[in-house]
């Protein structure tokens, strides 16, 4: 039994290596019965992965009365850029958008998933759903998929019943945590600890935070404008989603595009 | 000797594609879409056939292209069939034609397959122009349902090759000569460089005067006299170094 | 013979080949309010007139918005509106989600139709109450349905359906050729004076009247109080000055 538990990588095995390298006898029921079989593993050369990562970075920042986000536009599949000018916010209501990165077929998918849900609930009670219930209703939803996940990585931004801004961030599985800033994606390792040193200010010794529109703006753009210095699957422009009392406002400017 | 145990697996779809198609191209010119694939489909390292055709019309308006399986190709282009023939009969108005149609429907379909554990392995490019108003349409679905839009679209191994290519030669205002020299410049690279390319090429073209024109295959020339590759490339290249 | 051993279920028609059950529902639409809906090159606008079953109840809903490119406005019985509306608005959806564009409105109808169609030859079933006009927009130009409880469909320019409904149809059909070029304003006014004609010593208000407009670059919406009140003081204006 000792000598079948060795021999279990099932994973891109040659077929020929079983029969002719390692003529081990090996029982396909895991060992459970006294049966062997001898003859070469039949297995396939590779079989159909699900899931590719189209890479892409987005972050959040809720301010006061605002929430600012901020994605580049670029998705790749592995080192070939596939499209410069993906949107990656989609908005729910008009004060809650969804920003992913991940899967952008998953992703499109779960968007869509999520607008349908808006407008059935939009019909059902004669207004939006608030963004607490969307962040729940988010939940929910990618936790639905456990054992096939969306892979999407989000973040959920809108203002909260008090019209404050609100960020939630998602992990695929749906567990999800309120946030005053969140990063998302492949450069999430590299803008996390700006954002964590420009709005926690823990380094700082005369603490002077980014605090109007303005101020997050810039920093926002700046935050994916230096992950693109160092990421090679971030670029070609930013998309700035501005969501405020006033509704949902999006802009696009060029970032480097190498 | 013990007896050899049958072992039920349980079902498994094609996970492998088998014959393969290489490489397709789409571009948008100044009258419309322009498609191109070669004609080789290639079964592992051989090439089974030498002259098939990858790429159909679907309707007066549009047309696709596919790499990847060509079982699934042909599967796909029968469920476009089979989808369209479903809307004519109902005679109410409402066919499924437009270009961009054939675009969203492939791209849930493939999603859908994806999900099945199923997928039809191809990378499609489908390209329009819309009678009516000459609005083009150009778009590339994968096996996952990811899609993508853009002036010009590769899939496969040219995505790596000939992107460069066409990212410095495309302009809006091609001309139908200029798109198409384009195209065979990127073919023969193709042709010299993938092993699964070959140097007969077949190119449709969607305007908005002719509709869809799925021209026969032709070869393009390819020139294996020069220096690159009589004196092999280490030796090619060595004085370049030395004298740099 | 008496008619009563052929009006209870649908698999018998009469001796005159009527399905009388089929008949009695067409009577279901005509008792229901009015609804009317009239169409322009560009736009639809469908006007209803809403009734309250109490003075201290609120009115029942009329005009229901379907999905962004359709509405519906409809007279019977509201119950069975509901269902074939939440019925339409959830192929809609599905129709978006698998082509990414709007439901061509004729094969909605043509569900609409089907589903109805099934209720007139089955015998443990009942035929729809409500008839429903069916504004909306798609790649084909502006559309104004009818759906009947028999199965039937109807295009139209203008049309009204539910009580007293001819009064406002005569008024379309004296008025219908002007319609081609307007604004949905101009339409709403021609739907308000309609339905006036109908509602007959009933005063319009923003409280018993829905309006919901559709058209190329508009979504679907219902027009809000203010605007109702503008619109029909507008139109009370009008015919004060004519009359």
């Given at each position: 039994?000792?000598?079948?538990?060795?021999?279990?990588?099932?994973?891109?095995?040659?077929?020929?290596?079983?029969?002719?390298?390692?003529?081990?006898?090996?029982?396909?029921?895991?060992?459970?019965?006294?049966?062997?079989?001898?003859?070469?593993?039949?297995?396939?050369?590779?079989?159909f992965?699900?899931?590719?990562?189209?890479?892409?970075?987005?972050?959040?920042?809720?301010?006061?009365?605002?929430?600012?986000?901020?994605?580049?536009?670029?998705?790749?599949?592995?080192?070939?850029?596939?499209?410069?000018?993906?949107?990656?916010?989609?908005?729910?209501?008009?004060?809650?958008?969804?920003?992913?990165?991940?899967?952008?077929?998953?992703?499109?998918?779960?968007?869509?998933?999520?607008?349908?849900?808006?407008k059935?609930?939009?019909?059902?009670?004669?207004?939006?759903?608030?963004?607490?219930?969307?962040?729940?209703?988010?939940?929910?939803?990618?936790?639905?998929?456990?054992?096939?996940?969306?892979?999407?990585?989000?973040?959920?931004?809108?203002?909260?019943?008090?019209?404050?801004?609100?960020?939630?961030?998602?992990?695929?599985?749906?567990?999800?945590?309120?946030?005053?800033?969140?990063?998302?994606?492949?450069?999430?390792?590299?803008?996390?600890?700006?954002?964590?040193?420009?709005?926690?200010?823990?380094?700082?010794?005369?603490?002077?935070?980014?605090?109007?529109?303005?101020?997050?703006?810039?920093?926002?753009?700046?935050?994916?404008?230096?992950?693109?210095?160092?990421?090679?699957?971030?670029?070609?422009?930013?998309?700035?989603?501005?969501?405020?009392?006033?509704?949902?406002?999006?802009?696009?400017?060029?970032?480097?595009?190498? | 000797?013990?007896?050899?145990v049958?072992?039920?697996?349980?079902?498994?779809?094609?996970?492998?594609?088998?014959?393969?198609?290489?490489s397709?191209?789409?571009?948008r010119?100044?009258?419309?879409?322009?498609?191109?694939?070669?004609?080789?489909?290639?079964?592992?390292?051989?090439?089974?056939?030498?002259?098939?055709?990858?790429?159909?019309?679907?309707?007066?308006?549009?047309?696709?292209?596919?790499?990847?399986e060509?079982?699934?190709?042909?599967?796909?282009?029968?469920?476009?069939?089979?989808?369209?023939?479903?809307?004519?009969?109902?005679?109410?108005?409402?066919?499924?034609?437009?270009?961009?149609?054939?675009?969203?429907?492939?791209?849930?379909?493939?999603?859908?397959?994806?999900?099945?554990?199923?997928?039809?392995?191809?990378?499609?490019?489908?390209?329009?122009?819309?009678?009516?108003?000459?609005?083009?349409?150009?778009?590339?679905?994968?096996?996952?349902?990811?899609?993508?839009?853009?002036?010009?679209?590769?899939?496969?191994?040219?995505?790596?090759?000939?992107?460069?290519?066409?990212?410095?030669?495309?302009?809006?205002?091609?001309?139908?000569?200029?798109?198409?020299?384009?195209?065979?410049?990127?073919?023969?690279?193709?042709?010299?460089?993938?092993?699964?390319?070959?140097?007969?090429?077949?190119?449709?073209?969607?305007?908005?005067?002719?509709?869809?024109?799925?021209?026969?295959?032709?070869?393009?020339?390819?020139?294996?006299?020069?220096?690159?590759?009589k004196?092999?490339?280490?030796?090619?290249?060595?004085?370049?170094?030395?004298?740099? | 013979m008496?008619?009563?051993?052929?009006?209870?279920?649908?698999?018998?028609?009469?001796?005159?080949?009527?399905i009388?059950?089929?008949?009695?529902?067409?009577?279901?639409?005509?008792?229901?309010?009015?609804?009317?809906?009239?169409?322009?090159?560009?736009f639809?606008?469908?006007?209803?007139l809403?009734?309250?079953?109490?003075?201290?109840?609120?009115?029942?809903?009329?005009?229901?918005?379907?999905?962004?490119?359709?509405?519906?406005?409809?007279?019977?019985l509201?119950?069975?509106?509901?269902?074939l509306?939440?019925?339409?608005?959830s192929?809609?959806?599905?129709?978006?989600?698998?082509?990414?564009?709007?439901?061509?409105?004729?094969?909605?109808?043509?569900?609409?139709?089907?589903?109805a169609?099934?209720?007139?030859?089955?015998?443990?079933?009942?035929?729809?109450?409500?008839?429903?006009?069916?504004?909306?927009?798609?790649?084909?130009?502006?559309?104004?349905?009818e759906?009947?409880?028999?199965?039937?469909?109807?295009?139209?320019?203008?049309?009204?359906?539910?009580?007293?409904?001819?009064?406002?149809?005569?008024?379309?059909?004296?008025?219908?050729?002007?319609?081609?070029?307007?604004?949905?304003?101009?339409?709403?006014?021609?739907?308000?004076?309609a339905?006036?004609?109908?509602?007959?010593?009933?005063?319009l208000?923003?409280?018993?009247?829905?309006?919901?407009?559709?058209?190329?670059?508009?979504?679907?919406?219902?027009?809000?109080?203010?605007e109702?009140?503008?619109?029909?003081?507008?139109?009370?204006?009008?015919?004060?000055?004519?009359?």
């Amino acid at each position: 039994m000792e000598t079948h538990m060795q021999n279990e990588n099932y994973t891109n095995v040659n077929i020929f290596k079983n029969a002719f390298e390692h003529p081990t006898p090996k029982a396909l029921d895991g060992g459970k019965s006294d049966k062997t079989y001898y003859g070469p593993v039949m297995e396939h050369a590779s079989g159909f992965n699900p899931y590719v990562n189209n890479q892409g970075t987005t972050l959040a920042i809720a301010g006061q009365d605002f929430v600012m986000v901020a994605a580049d536009t670029r998705i790749s599949s592995g080192f070939n850029i596939l499209s410069r000018e993906h949107s990656r916010t989609t908005k729910l209501t008009e004060k809650c958008v969804i920003t992913s990165s991940g899967m952008v077929a998953d992703i499109e998918n779960l968007h869509k998933l999520l607008i349908a849900k808006v407008k059935t609930y939009e019909r059902q009670f004669k207004k939006s759903p608030s963004t607490e219930s969307l962040a729940q209703l988010l939940g929910n939803t990618l936790y639905s998929r456990r054992f096939m996940p969306f892979y999407a990585f989000n973040l959920l931004c809108g203002l909260d019943a008090k019209g404050q801004g609100c960020v939630y961030g998602y992990d695929a599985i749906g567990s999800y945590d309120k946030l005053t800033y969140g990063v998302q994606g492949s450069g999430s390792q590299l803008g996390a600890p700006i954002l964590d040193n420009q709005f926690v200010g823990h380094n700082f010794l005369v603490k002077q935070l980014a605090q109007s529109l303005q101020e997050t703006e810039d920093t926002a753009k700046d935050i994916i404008n230096s992950i693109a210095e160092r990421d090679i699957y971030t670029g070609d422009q930013v998309e700035l989603v501005l969501v405020d009392q006033n509704g949902v406002h999006i802009k696009r400017e060029p970032i480097r595009r190498d | 000797m013990e007896k050899i145990v049958s072992v039920k697996e349980p079902t498994m779809h094609t996970q492998v594609p088998v014959n393969i198609g290489t490489s397709v191209f789409g571009l948008r010119y100044k009258d419309g879409i322009m498609l191109a694939a070669d004609t080789a489909v290639s079964y592992g390292s051989m090439k089974k056939s030498k002259k098939s055709t990858r790429m159909a019309s679907l309707s007066d308006e549009a047309a696709i292209a596919c790499s990847g399986e060509m079982a699934d190709f042909q599967e796909l282009q029968k469920i476009l069939k089979e989808k369209r023939e479903g809307d004519e009969i109902e005679n109410d108005g409402a066919t499924f034609l437009k270009p961009r149609d054939y675009f969203n429907y492939p791209s849930r379909l493939n999603y859908q397959r994806r999900m099945k554990m199923d997928p039809l392995w191809n990378g499609s490019i489908v390209g329009g122009v819309r009678k009516d108003t000459g609005e083009t349409f150009l778009g590339m679905v994968d096996l996952y349902g990811t899609k993508v839009e853009g002036n010009f679209l590769i899939t496969g191994l040219g995505a790596h090759y000939c992107q460069v290519l066409m990212q410095n030669a495309w302009r809006p205002d091609l001309s139908e000569e200029e798109a198409r020299r384009l195209i065979e410049d990127c073919m023969r690279v193709m042709f010299y460089r993938d092993k699964k390319a070959t140097d007969e090429i077949q190119i449709t073209k969607i305007t908005q005067a002719g509709g869809v024109e799925v021209e026969k295959s032709y070869r393009i020339g390819s020139e294996w006299k020069l220096e690159f590759f009589k004196n092999m490339t280490n030796e090619f290249w060595r004085p370049i170094r030395i004298y740099q | 013979m008496l008619s009563v051993n052929y009006s209870l279920s649908c698999v018998t028609f009469d001796p005159k080949g009527k399905i009388l059950q089929v008949e009695y529902a067409k009577e279901a639409v005509k008792q229901g309010s009015t609804s009317l809906g009239l169409k322009s090159n560009d736009f639809v606008v469908l006007v209803s007139l809403k009734k309250s079953p109490h003075d201290l109840a609120s009115h029942q809903e009329k005009v229901f918005d379907i999905d962004d490119h359709m509405g519906i406005a409809i007279a019977g019985l509201t119950a069975d509106a509901r269902y074939l509306c939440k019925f339409m608005r959830s192929e809609c959806l599905n129709y978006w989600y698998t082509h990414d564009s709007h439901h061509p409105t004729e094969r909605l109808i043509g569900k609409i139709a089907k589903k109805a169609q099934i209720k007139t030859f089955h015998p443990a079933k009942r035929p729809f109450g409500v008839g429903l006009l069916v504004g909306s927009v798609d790649e084909t130009g502006t559309h104004l349905f009818e759906s009947c409880p028999s199965g039937n469909y109807y295009e139209y320019v203008a049309m009204a359906i539910g009580a007293r409904s001819q009064s406002a149809k005569t008024y379309l059909e004296k008025n219908f050729e002007q319609f081609t070029t307007l604004s949905w304003q101009e339409l709403v006014k021609h739907g308000l004076k309609a339905l006036k004609a109908s509602a007959q010593e009933t005063e319009l208000s923003e409280h018993n009247v829905s309006v919901g407009i559709v058209g190329k670059g508009l979504n679907f919406r219902l027009l809000n109080n203010d605007e109702l009140r503008a619109s029909i003081a507008e139109i009370s204006d009008a015919m004060d000055v004519s009359e």
